[in-house]
C-alpha cells in the first residue's frame, strides 16, 4: 500500500474590483442675457467692439511689416454645484503705458516677459485708461491666499500670448476689473493690461477663469 501524498496541483486565485462614477458632463449656461447686454453696452461705449475692424483696416492701408497688438479677456464661472456659466468675452481693452513700457525695456535685459504671468482681480468700475499703473481697488484679504495674485499658465502660439488665471476667492465679492501683473504680491509689480467690465458676484465656493490672449499681427 503507497501512503505516499500526491502533490496538490497549483491553485492560483486572482479577484480584482473595478468601480467608476460617471457624473456626467457639468452643465455650460450662457451669462444672463441681461449682464450680456450690459457688458456689450459698455464696450460699443468705450469702442472695443470697433476695434478689431481699425485694426483690419489699417492693416490693409498700411506698409508691409508695421505691426499691431491687440488683447481680449473671455470668462468662465464655475458654481458650487459644478455648473459653468460662459460669460464669453469680458473685455478688448487695454494695453497700458507702464505695459509697453515693460515690453520695450525686456529688449535690453532689464525685465524678464516671462515674469507677466499674474492675475489681479479687484471690485472698481472706473474705465480703463493708458495711464493706469494699478487696479483702482483689488482684492487683497479676499484672495485665496491673502495679498497674493492668482498665478496664470501660459503659452504661445502663431503670434499669440495666453495666459489662463483662476481667481478662487475666500469671501462673497463682485468683481468689475482685472489686470495682468508682473508680480505675485498685491500693491505692486507693473501692470500690463487692465479691463473692467459687468459685475461677476462670486461666493466663497465659486470660480472665475479667465483667458487673456494678447495677438501682435
Given at each position: 500500500m503507497n501512503c505516499e501524498a500526491e502533490p496538490l496541483a497549483d491553485v492560483?486565485?486572482?479577484?480584482?474590483?473595478?468601480?467608476?462614477?460617471?457624473?456626467?458632463?457639468?452643465?455650460?449656461?450662457?451669462?444672463?442675457?441681461?449682464w450680456r447686454a450690459k457688458n456689450w453696452l459698455r464696450m460699443i461705449a468705450s469702442g472695443e467692439l470697433i476695434l478689431p475692424m481699425w485694426v483690419l483696416w489699417l492693416r490693409l492701408i498700411s506698409p508691409r511689416g508695421l505691426m499691431f497688438a491687440t488683447a481680449e479677456l473671455r470668462g468662465r464661472v464655475t458654481h458650487s454645484d459644478g455648473t459653468v456659466t460662459d460669460l464669453g468675452l469680458l473685455g478688448r481693452h487695454l494695453v497700458v503705458t507702464a505695459g509697453k513700457n515693460f515690453l520695450a525695456s525686456a529688449f535690453d535685459n532689464t525685465v524678464e516677459p516671462e515674469i507677466m504671468k499674474y492675475h489681479g482681480f479687484g471690485t472698481g468700475n472706473t474705465a480703463a485708461t493708458v495711464g493706469d499703473t494699478a487696479l483702482e481697488t483689488e482684492l487683497t484679504t479676499q484672495y485665496a491666499t491673502n495679498n497674493t495674485r492668482p498665478t496664470g499658465s501660459q503659452a504661445s502660439s502663431s503670434a499669440t500670448y495666453t495666459t489662463i488665471g483662476t481667481l478662487a476667492p475666500d469671501a462673497t465679492v463682485s468683481i468689475t476689473e482685472w489686470g495682468l501683473h508682473s508680480q505675485a504680491a498685491v500693491a505692486g509689480g507693473t501692470l500690463f493690461d487692465r479691463q473692467v467690465f459687468s459685475a461677476v458676484n462670486l461666493?466663497?465656493?465659486?470660480t472665475l477663469a479667465v483667458t487673456y490672449t494678447l495677438t501682435i499681427s
Open positions: 492560483s486565485l486572482a479577484s480584482r474590483l473595478e468601480m467608476r462614477v460617471n457624473r456626467g458632463p457639468s452643465r455650460v449656461a450662457r451669462a444672463p442675457w441681461r461666493t466663497s465656493a465659486d
